[in-house]
């Protein structure tokens, strides 16, 4: 909390510093994302010995932005972060069972954005650093063996930076459109809790849930348009 203290302060410091002056800028800046995410643990999960996750990554982003000079940017973001995880450590043991895992996070960053020469078509750097905030968890379930099994995970709240080069084109007076690669990393913790219910003869005691939790790494690289006005 006591980043997202200082990201709200500091906003608000760009804010009455910039915006009372006539020859600053504001503008609208819409980012969409498509990415491959790589997740690292520490420890394997349980029921196998890998401890990469892999996920197809998808992000949608709003930046206000105060344009503070004919080339430099400056200004807060927000948006949602979408994590669908695409391997499955236990898809051959457990066969139809319905493994799509979904993790969504809202995200609170401050980003500076350099536009490097003043015509038509220029290269761009966008830099950002923030606090990425876990939204809601994945649950699931399946049947093996007449038992039930109940899922619920999540990834908790952390840390996070972007950082994004490519092209910004002018259309017009008042419209940009950029596009280029991005890398991404995200810090949180896995957190997962499995439980049974059922018939537990095939096992031949009763069934506990068992619990787990690692520190999980996600680096993120893709491709990334954005529109401003």
């Known amino acids: 909390m006591k980043i997202f203290s200082f990201l709200v302060a500091l906003c608000g410091v760009v804010t009455a510093v910039y915006g009372q002056t006539p020859s600053v800028r504001y503008s609208n800046n819409f980012n969409f994302g498509m990415s491959y995410t790589s997740g690292f643990l520490r420890e394997p999960l349980i029921g196998g010995g890998d401890t ?6 998808l992000q949608f982003d709003y930046v206000g932005l105060f344009h503070v000079s004919q080339g430099v940017a400056v200004g807060a973001g927000t948006g949602i972060r979408h994590l669908f ?6 898809s051959d043991d457990f066969g139809d069972a319905d493994f799509a895992q979904n993790y969504f996070s809202v995200p609170l ?7 490097f020469i003043e015509r038509r078509v220029s290269p761009l750097l966008v830099a950002s650093a923030g606090y990425n905030f876990r939204l809601g968890s994945n649950n699931r379930s399946w049947e093996w063996n007449g038992v039930k099994y109940k899922e619920t995970a999540s990834i908790s709240s952390g840390f996070m930076v972007n950082l994004q080069a490519g092209v910004d084109v002018k ?7 950029s596009g280029g690669p991005y890398v991404e990393y995200r810090q949180g913790t896995l957190q997962s809790t499995n439980e049974q219910f059922g018939d537990f003869s095939y096992s031949g005691g009763e069934g506990r849930p068992w619990r787990y939790q690692d520190d999980l790494h996600l680096i993120e690289a893709g491709l990334k348009v954005g529109m401003a006005f």
């Open 85 to 90: 995880r695409l391997d499955n450590l236990w």
């Open 52 to 57: 990469d996750m892999d996920f197809l990554g």
């Open 109 to 115: 960053y401050l980003q500076g954005r350099f536009r």
């Open 171 to 177: 259309i017009g007076r008042r419209i940009n459109i």
